[in-house]
């Protein structure tokens, strides 16, 4: 019979795996979010809130978001495409060029947003906040802290807490 708790290789490993850790972390993080996303009736893509965000402070183009969100162009490029389909953002005026088409929140989109910024996006920062409280410089320890958190409860279920909480308050 195999030990309840097997080590953390990962986390044995230390800095050596830092960007597994932290694309682990990232989809535990993800993971919850999207589960509180989809509470509060959203059916966006965590990874495209930043998109709607960088929108909100206006029109830009793909080329523009890559840039300001420091995410590859076609990342951007399949994630707006979507955001468009949904009807959450809408081209801002047609050059005739496809490369320098600007887009735009949508009447929708700004109230997606809007609706995250009061009830989802306040309960991420809070909860994320409290899981990395520690010595300040002390970044293996804050994952540590992290890991193990996210371990016993899953970041939705402490974010969905979190909103029961509040609503009780």
Not at 51 to 69: C, D, H, K, Q, Y
Not at 118 to 146: K, W, Y
Not at 159 to 168: P, Y
């Amino acid at each position: 019979m195999e030990q309840a708790m097997q080590q953390d290789l990962i986390s044995e490993l230390g800095y050596m795996c830092l960007g597994s850790r932290f694309r682990r972390l990232g989809e535990r993080l993800q993971a919850g979010v999207a589960e509180l996303a989809k509470q509060e009736g959203l059916t966006v893509q965590t990874a495209q809130f930043p998109i709607l965000s960088a929108l909100a402070e206006g029109p830009a183009t793909v080329g523009a978001l890559a840039r300001r969100l420091d995410l590859s162009q076609p990342g951007i490029t399949r994630s707006v495409g979507k955001l468009v389909n949904d009807g959450l953002v809408e081209t801002a005026g047609d050059t005739g060029d496809q490369r320098q088409r600007t887009f735009r929140l949508s009447a929708q989109g700004r109230k997606l947003l809007d609706h995250a910024e009061r009830h989802i996006f306040p309960l991420v920062e809070e909860t994320v906040a409290e899981l990395c409280a520690g010595p300040p410089g002390d970044l293996l320890g804050c994952l540590a802290r992290l890991d193990t958190a996210l371990a016993q409860a899953p970041f939705g279920q402490r974010l969905l807490a979190r909103r029961a909480g509040k609503a009780g308050a």
